[in-house]
């Protein structure tokens, strides 16, 4: 069975700082991966996947096969990137994606 | 712009009351979903259904069950509320078997006390 491991429960950073979020995965096969947020009374909405190779938002996630990580990463955090952000899995061929239990980001002023 | 919603952002239960929280989407999904956030648990997922009167149980489907008569409506069902599920649910809904992205609801806030 697949697993989403992020390390990290809480990140707290200064603005201007460059932020990682650690995501590392567990699949014997080829697997999707992605990047889910939620802002503060917000609902959670997709951030970025990993086929799309896109920054969103300044942030960018590369898959590295040979560590299975996929790791978020942003060169100068904003306070409104503070959020709770999910990694997340998508085995080949499956709809059903395993979460990972989130790191909260705190950007300081 | 697909839209998720709930029936409730906030709900407040007795022990043993049964307890239906729902969950509507109006962009013509195939697939939907109910998840447990808990802090430092993350997403888990409870039940899924890939069709209507189609369902599969999740990682935690234990005390739960569900029903899905129409297409947009998935109803997730406590039978019996225990304190255990004191808990924040969240409703998603994908659009069909090859689908990636999950749309999110709101939340609802549960407490049983």
């Known amino acids: 069975a697949q697993r989403v491991t992020q390390p990290e429960k809480l990140l707290s950073v200064f603005k201007g700082a460059p932020v990682e979020l650690k995501c590392n995965y567990s699949?014997?096969?080829?697997?999707?991966l992605f990047w889910y947020v939620q802002y503060s009374r917000q609902r959670l909405q997709l951030l970025l996947r990993h086929i799309s190779r896109e920054s969103i938002k300044g942030f960018t996630a590369d898959l590295n096969k040979g560590e299975t990580s996929f790791h978020l990463k942003k060169p100068f955090a904003q306070e409104e990137d503070s959020a709770m952000y999910y990694c997340?899995?998508?085995?080949?061929?499956?709809?059903?994606?395993?979460f990972g239990r989130g790191t909260s980001l705190i950007v300081h002023p | 712009d697909v839209k998720v919603t709930q029936s409730s952002r906030y709900l407040v239960k007795r022990t043993g009351e049964k307890v239906f929280l729902e969950c509507v989407q109006d962009?013509?999904?195939?697939?939907m979903f109910w998840y447990r956030q808990d802090p430092g648990l993350g997403l888990r997922l409870i039940y899924f259904s890939y069709d209507v009167k189609m369902k599969e149980k999740g990682d935690i489907p234990e005390g739960y069950s569900v029903s899905r008569e129409k297409k947009e409506r998935f109803s997730l069902i406590l039978e019996s509320a225990s304190t255990n599920q004191t808990s924040m649910y969240l409703c998603?809904?994908?659009?069909?078997?090859?689908?990636?992205?999950?749309?999110f609801g709101p939340g609802t806030r549960l407490t049983v006390t």
């Open positions: 699949y014997s096969g080829s697997p999707e």
């Open positions: 997340a899995l998508l085995p080949g061929g499956s709809y059903i994606p395993t």
């Open positions: 962009m013509d999904h195939e697939n």
């Open positions: 998603a809904s994908s659009f069909g078997p090859a689908s990636y992205e999950q749309y």
